[in-house]
C-alpha cells in the first residue's frame, strides 16, 4: 500500500473509532487526512469502499502479527500463545478502543464479511501448519489425546473464539489464553 492510501486508512480508522461507521462521513475523513474531499474520492469510490479497503489492511496486519509469531522460533506453546494473542489484540483493537465498538464490529459484518472469512480461514491454515510442524518434530505429541492435528486446531480455534466473546473477553485474554497454552502443553507433552 502506497504511503498516501497508508494516511488516508490511518485517517479514516480514526474517524470512525471517534464518530462510528454511520456518522462518519467522507468529509470527517478527508478533514482528517488533511486533504478535499474531491481528493480522497480519488482513491476511494465512498465510504463503504473506504471502510472495505480499511478492513482488508486490518486484516492483514492481524494475520502479518500472527505470521510473525508462529515464526518466532520459540517453543511451540509460546509460538501459539503469542501468535493467537497477537492476532486477537490486532483484530479487535478498534472495536475495544471505540464507544462505538458494536457499530464497527456490526459494520464489519455487513460489509466485509468476506474479508472477515478468509482472514479466519488463514488463521484456520496458519495454527494448523504450526500444529502439523510441531507433531512432525516432535516438539508435541498428539497420541495421548487421541486427537488429530485437524481437530486439535478446530478446538484452538474455537476456544480462542469463546474467549473473545466471553464478558470482558479482551481484558482477561492473556490469562485465558495462558490457561488454555497450559492445558495444551501438559496433554501434548511428547512422552
Known amino acids: 500500500m502506497d504511503e498516501?492510501?497508508?494516511h488516508i486508512m490511518t485517517a479514516a480508522a480514526d474517524v470512525f473509532s471517534r464518530y462510528g461507521f454511520k456518522k462518519a462521513s467522507m468529509q470527517?475523513?478527508?478533514?482528517?487526512?488533511?486533504?478535499?474531499r474531491a481528493a480522497l474520492y480519488l482513491h476511494f469510490k465512498n465510504k463503504?469502499?473506504?471502510f472495505r479497503s480499511l478492513?482488508?489492511?486490518?486484516?492483514h496486519e492481524a494475520l502479518k502479527a500472527a505470521e510473525a509469531a508462529f515464526t518466532s522460533g520459540r517453543p511451540f506453546i509460546l509460538r501459539m500463545e503469542a501468535a493467537l494473542t497477537d492476532f486477537t489484540m490486532t483484530i479487535m483493537a478498534p472495536v475495544k478502543a471505540s464507544p462505538h465498538g458494536?457499530?464497527?464490529f456490526e459494520a464489519n459484518m455487513m460489509l466485509a464479511e468476506d474479508i472477515t472469512a478468509a482472514t479466519s480461514l488463514r488463521l484456520r491454515a496458519c495454527m494448523q501448519d504450526a500444529v502439523t510442524t510441531a507433531v512432525s518434530q516432535?516438539?508435541?505429541s498428539l497420541s495421548a489425546t487421541g486427537l488429530s492435528a485437524e481437530t486439535l486446531?478446530?478446538?484452538l480455534?474455537?476456544?480462542l473464539d469463546g474467549i473473545k466473546k466471553a464478558p470482558n473477553g479482551l481484558e482477561t485474554l492473556d490469562q485465558r489464553l495462558a490457561a488454555l497454552m497450559r492445558l495444551l502443553d501438559v496433554s501434548t507433552r511428547p512422552a
Not at 470527517?28 to 478535499?36: E, G, L, Q, T
Open 28 to 36: 470527517d475523513i478527508a478533514d482528517a487526512a488533511m486533504m478535499s
Open 157 to 159: 480455534y474455537v476456544c
Open 102 to 104: 458494536l457499530e464497527l
Open 138 to 140: 516432535g516438539e508435541i
Open 48 to 50: 463503504d469502499d473506504l
Open 4 to 6: 498516501k492510501k497508508q
Open 55 to 59: 478492513m482488508v489492511w486490518h486484516h
Open 153 to 155: 486446531t478446530d478446538l
